[in-house]
Structures are given as structure tokens and as C-alpha cells.
């Protein structure tokens, strides 16, 4: 190799190791200045901040829905129409935000076409028993004649309903089934707001749908709903929902979903379950007795805020105040007048006005309690006798299965000009149908003609026909211009 090839080499070393030097000072060059480079002393890179620990994490529910989702079912519900709510509100400003507040969302109910008045609709309810028992809003099935219950693995039951109990609105049922899936029950007061929670249910039908959130507030009072310190959530509940379980993060049903606060009529962002340990109280009296009896004191109490709390005295915004006192009531009897705080009931602290009712409600009537109440800035201790809560009755002292009887119709008899106009002799035009007759298609205005084959001339004639029948019968009806066979099934 000659001195030439030599030096051509070394200068074309020497160029390419300037290029490649040149190219990194300028990338470099562009995060720092091009002068400062070059000279800039390699500084180790400094080490990452010690992790913060997380408050929060991520949660996953699938191993809960696994576990206690075939626990839940869904309910079908066929019942009788009732009038229409926009009638029924038709005097209410739409603009006003009370006017549809905190709408039960199940069942939701839809009117069969040409029909008969009967209603269908559905909700959720979870089992609590192996031996079928389960629980569910009494919103649900009030007024059913016909409930139906399916689980997670297809199979259908026709369900007996043991009680309801429309002011905690709590109902029990129960179906014809051995070694089914349960829940477990869990403890609400140890909830904290924030707390992940989970529901499973059937909003719009879907089965065993689970959505999430958390607690958003704890004993939170309801236009007319006296005796429940509900769990307000915003997990997204619908129509169907209602009677569904409410999880914590163990697993544990916490709560019933009973209602939300709309003025669409579906999910906002607020809703609000029943908490399990008021449910589960009802339950054992419903089970037991078939009804459930609450003490009384007889007092109308409100919440006591900041301002309220400084005029009586009060260090902090706590208690019941009460704002009237009944005439005659056990309240009245013990001494407690309006304008009395209450701070304790039977040695528990009333922190919110919703916990006094809650209290009475669990005491039983007749025993005598020990309250505290602030009044002109001292505090008074006082014994009252608890009273019992009568339950509004029908009319007619019966309840609807006794009403309806075995067909479920109200009929009367033709007059001459009708039989002459449709050229029969006798027959019962229909006035209200509901019960079997209105599953099976009877309208009102129809005209029964006979019942298995026997001309029906009386209203006495059919009752004594029906109480003599089967499980089921064959009424002939004239409907318009047509006469028709229709089958039904007897209760």
C-alpha cells in the first residue's frame, strides 16, 4: 500500500468522524444551546420520586357478578291498569323539578293493545333463601295477579307473594324450589361515601345486567318515604332494576335499588336503595305475621340546619325538630311540644331527622322509651308510651284477590231494552274486568252469555256456576256483532 492510499484513507477517517460528531452536537443541540454542548459534562440521570401510594385503585366486579349474579332473577308481573300518570298530574307545573321526583322505576308497565285492562311489567329481586325465598320492592308486584319469577339458568316459577309492605316498600315472595343460589347479607352502617358499589338487575328486561358506582350519601330522606334512610347512589338504574341487589366490594347486598330522582323517567346520576338491614327487619315480620307493625309516636319532625340549630341552642346541626305534635298521640301524652328538638330515642343519638322515625318504626308498641330533647336551651329527659301505626285498609275491608273472586269481573244484568237491542234473553254485561278474566281476554262491555254450556241469566247464577267449576271454564261472549268461545283460568 503506497503513501497516497495511505493518506487518502486517514483524511477521509478524519472527515467522516468530524461529520458524525457534527450530526450530534446538532440533535444534541436542539434541546441545548450548540455553544454549551460540546463542553457540557455527562450528568447521571436523577432518580425517579419514591411512589406516592394511590388512594385509588381500579375495580373489578366480575368475580361478585360470578359469584352472586345467579342469586338475582328477574320478575314478570301481570296486573290491573291503573289510571294514567299524566292524568293523574295534570294539574302539576311540568317546569317544576318535584313534579315527577324520584319515580319508581319498576315495574315498567305497558298497556296490552285492545284490551283488556291489565297491565304487564317487570323488575328484579334477589333470593335470599335456598328454599325460594326472595326479596323484591313491593312496588313490584302491588296489585300482581300473576308473578313470575326466572332465573340465570332459564327456569321459570310462578311465585307466591307472602306480603308486602308499601311504606318501607318492601315485598316478600316466594317460589316452589329446593338448593337454589342465596346472596349474603352485609352491613350498611360500615359503608363510607365513596365506596365502590355494584347492582345486578333487569333494566328494560335485559337479565342480570350489572352497572356500578359509588356511594354517593348515606340516610337521606324522601318525599313521602317516613321510615327508610336510603343509600344514595350513582350507579345507573332503569326501569326493570327495581327489587335488584345492591353490592359492596365483599360481595354483600347492601341495599334493595327501589328509586330514582328523574325528570325523564330513566337514569341521572341519582339513585336510591333501601338499606338491606331495614329490609331484612320487614321481611322477618312479613314472613312471620304477613304484615308488619311499627311503633308511633305521633310528631311531624324536620331537619335541623345551621341556622335552626343556633336558634335552639344547638352546638351542631343535629336532631329531630318537631314542627307539630298530634292531638291525642302518644307524643302529646309524654310531654313533647313543638319547637322540642330530639337528640335521643331509647338511648340512640338522632343525628338526622330521619333517624327518629326509623327508631319508633322498630320499637315495639306499647313499651315505654327515653327521650332527650333540647327545649329553651336545656334539655329535658322525657318517658313516652309508644303507640301502634294503623295501616289504611280498603273500603271494603277485603284485600284484591277477595275482591276479584275466582273470574276477576264486575257484571250486571241486562235490561229489557239491551236484551231486546242484541236479541238475547239474560246475559251479564261486563263493567270492570281484571284477574283471570283479563288474562284471558274479557273486555268490559262484553256480554257473558253462558259459562260451560249454561245460560247465565243473574249475577247470583254466575257466582254459584263459578264456585262449582274447575280450575277452569268456558264463557261465551258477545262482543259487537260476534259471539266467542274464551277459556279461563280460575284463581
Do not use: C, W
Not at 477517517?13 to 444534541?28: Q, T
Not at 284490551?115 to 320492592?137: A, C, E, K, V
Amino acid at each position: 500500500m503506497n503513501r497516497r492510499t495511505v493518506f487518502v484513507r486517514n483524511t477521509l477517517a478524519i472527515m467522516l468522524a468530524a461529520i458524525v460528531g457534527g450530526s450530534y452536537v446538532y440533535f444534541r443541540g436542539a434541546d441545548i444551546p450548540g455553544a454549551q454542548a460540546a463542553n457540557m459534562p455527562v450528568q447521571a440521570a436523577a432518580p425517579l420520586a419514591a411512589a406516592t401510594p394511590s388512594l385509588a385503585t381500579p375495580t373489578d366486579f366480575s368475580g361478585i357478578v360470578e359469584r352472586a349474579g345467579p342469586a338475582v332473577v328477574n320478575i314478570s308481573v301481570t296486573g290491573k291498569a291503573k289510571p294514567s300518570t299524566d292524568q293523574a298530574s295534570a294539574d302539576v307545573d311540568p317546569n317544576d323539578p318535584f313534579s315527577e321526583f324520584f319515580k319508581r322505576f319498576g315495574p315498567q308497565f305497558q298497556q296490552q293493545p285492545r284490551g283488556p285492562q291489565i297491565m304487564r311489567g317487570l323488575g328484579s329481586g334477589f333470593i335470599i333463601n335456598s328454599d325460594g325465598l326472595i326479596l323484591t320492592n313491593a312496588h313490584v308486584v302491588d296489585g300482581a295477579q300473576e308473578v313470575t319469577v326466572k332465573l340465570t339458568d332459564r327456569r321459570e316459577f310462578k311465585a307466591k307473594v307472602l306480603g308486602v309492605d308499601k311504606q318501607s316498600d318492601i315485598a316478600v315472595i316466594r317460589i316452589a324450589a329446593k338448593d337454589l343460589p342465596t346472596v349474603q347479607i352485609g352491613n350498611p352502617a360500615l359503608m363510607k361515601v365513596g365506596e365502590p358499589v355494584l347492582a345486578i338487575g333487569s333494566p328494560y328486561g335485559f337479565d342480570n345486567t350489572a352497572t356500578a358506582g359509588i356511594v354517593s350519601a348515606k340516610s337521606r330522606s324522601l318525599p313521602d318515604d317516613n321510615y327508610v334512610p336510603f343509600i344514595q347512589t350513582d350507579v345507573a338504574v332503569n326501569p326493570g332494576n327495581s327489587g335488584g341487589p345492591l353490592f359492596n366490594l365483599k360481595g354483600q347486598v347492601v341495599g334493595i335499588n327501589s328509586q330514582i330522582y328523574s325528570q325523564t323517567g330513566g337514569y341521572q346520576g341519582l339513585s336510591f336503595s333501601i338499606p338491606i338491614d331495614v329490609a331484612m327487619k320487614v321481611e322477618q315480620q312479613l314472613v312471620q305475621h304477613g304484615k308488619v307493625t311499627r311503633g308511633r309516636l305521633g310528631v311531624s319532625v324536620q331537619e335541623v340546619n345551621q341556622a335552626l340549630a343556633e336558634s335552639f341552642g344547638l352546638k351542631k346541626s343535629e336532631g329531630a325538630l318537631v314542627s307539630s305534635v298530634e292531638k291525642g298521640s302518644p307524643a302529646e301524652k309524654a310531654g313533647v311540644q313543638p319547637g322540642d328538638v330530639i337528640l335521643r330515642f331509647n338511648n340512640q343519638p338522632i343525628d338526622h331527622s330521619v333517624d327518629l322515625p326509623t327508631l319508633v318504626a322498630d320499637t315495639a308498641p306499647g313499651t315505654t322509651q327515653k327521650m332527650d330533647v333540647m327545649r329553651n336551651g336545656s334539655i329535658k329527659s322525657l318517658s313516652v308510651v309508644v303507640g301502634e301505626m294503623k295501616v289504611a285498609k280498603d273500603a271494603s275491608g277485603k284485600n284484591g284477590a277477595e275482591q276479584q273472586g275466582r273470574l276477576g269481573l264486575a257484571v250486571r244484568p241486562l235490561d229489557k231494552d239491551e236484551q231486546q237491542q242484541i236479541g238475547v234473553h239474560g246475559g251479564l254485561v261486563v263493567e270492570d274486568v281484571n284477574g283471570p278474566a283479563a288474562i284471558a281476554g274479557i273486555q268490559s262491555g262484553d256480554v257473558i252469555l253462558s259459562l260451560n254450556g249454561n245460560a247465565v241469566t243473574s249475577v247470583e247464577q254466575l257466582r254459584s256456576l263459578v264456585s262449582k267449576a274447575g280450575k277452569s271454564v268456558a264463557l261465551l261472549v258477545e262482543r259487537g256483532d260476534d259471539k266467542i268461545f274464551v277459556p279461563v283460568y280460575l284463581n
